[in-house]
């Protein structure tokens, strides 16, 4: 999986069928609001009634009760309390949980730095047998070198403002990448060709991870694919996405990562990859696509690669 904040968004609303995984996460903020406000008309609260026997601020209630604030557990138990509503506590917050994972803030889930997620994905790595990703803008971290890995968790320390634990974090990447030689395991990745060309990291950085990928790609349990830029889509390269088998499918952005377990979405972004997939090039004509870069690329590189 990339580091957060890779994959570019320009503000811009996607076709229906692209938004299933912001707009699921925004119905479950504003469904989760609704339940509050109907507790607090049941009630007989106003707004600023209830927010000044909670001593908050007037505007906080409007914005859980709008969805536009996401309610920490403590909200939950207070706004239960003063409105004589204990028995909906325990509902209230596991739709609160079930949000949270769904949409998770890079601020919150990296706070003790990037190694822990690291060790996250390791989890799910081990439970995996079939991984399918896609990626427009970067390299998947499973097929990283060190030296790009670095660069890309540089720039979310700087961007996010973590702890600076990027040693520990690149080591733990490298250490996931031993599941690729794992016989059991099977890896389907799709990249666009502007992700072996975006300037992400220095010439000499990116020549050596071009190599890389070369090397991957002869792997017997790896199926590496590359969309060149001649080619004509099905489906629109939206963002990237990671799926692990059939049970999960996880979306980074700028602000956060969306971890979506809805039988209907896991379909949905199924297909996606499908259409993504078949028209991809392999074997030979995807490294022909690589070594293409790497022809473009070597002469900004300086000699020695120093």
Request: glycine residues 8%.
């Given at each position: 999986m990339t580091l957060p904040g890779i994959t570019p968004s320009d503000g811009t609303t996607l076709p229906p069928n692209n938004t299933s995984d912001a707009s699921s996460v925004h119905e479950a903020r504003?469904?989760?609001?609704?339940r509050?406000?109907?507790?607090?008309?049941?009630?007989?609260?106003?707004?600023?009634?209830?927010?000044e026997s909670l001593s908050w601020p007037p505007?906080?209630?409007?914005?859980?009760?709008?969805?536009?604030?996401?309610?920490?557990?403590?909200?939950?138990?207070?706004?239960?309390?003063?409105?004589?509503?204990e028995a909906e506590a325990e509902a209230l917050l596991a739709s609160l949980h079930t949000l949270e994972i769904q949409h998770a803030e890079w601020q919150?889930?990296?706070?003790?730095?990037?190694?822990?997620?690291?060790?996250?994905?390791i989890e799910w790595d081990q439970k995996t047998r079939l991984f399918r990703a896609f990626e427009v803008t970067v390299i998947p971290g499973l097929l990283q070198t060190a030296e790009y890995a670095r660069a890309r968790f540089a720039e979310g320390i700087r961007r996010l403002k973590l702890p600076n634990d990027i040693?520990?974090?690149?080591?733990?990447?490298?250490r996931r990448q031993e599941i690729l030689y794992q016989p059991d395991k099977r890896f389907h990745f799709v990249l666009t060709e502007a992700a072996l060309r975006f300037r992400l990291c220095p010439p000499a950085v990116m020549l050596g991870q071009l190599d890389r990928l070369v090397s991957f790609s002869a792997l017997p349990n790896v199926r590496l694919g590359i969309i060149?830029?001649?080619t004509q889509y099905a489906t629109s390269p939206w963002h990237g996405f990671w799926m692990y088998d059939n049970e999960r499918v996880l979306v980074e952005t700028f602000s956060a990562a969306l971890d979506l377990r809805q039988p209907s979405e896991i379909e949905l972004y199924g297909d996606a990859?499908?259409?993504?997939?078949?028209?991809?090039s392999y074997g030979r004509s995807a490294r022909t696509i690589i070594n293409r870069v790497i022809d473009d690329l070597a002469p900004e590189a300086p000699e020695g690669g120093e």
């Open positions: 504003n469904a989760l609001g609704k509050l406000r109907e507790l607090r008309q049941a009630a007989g609260f106003s707004g600023r009634q209830l927010a505007s906080k209630v409007s914005k859980l009760e709008n969805g536009r604030q996401t309610p920490t557990d403590d909200d939950i138990r207070g706004w239960t309390n003063a409105t004589s509503a919150r889930i990296l706070r003790t730095g990037l190694r822990p997620r690291q060790q996250e994905h040693n520990e974090a690149v080591a733990a990447r490298m060149g830029f001649e990859f499908e259409q993504l997939a078949a028209v991809a």
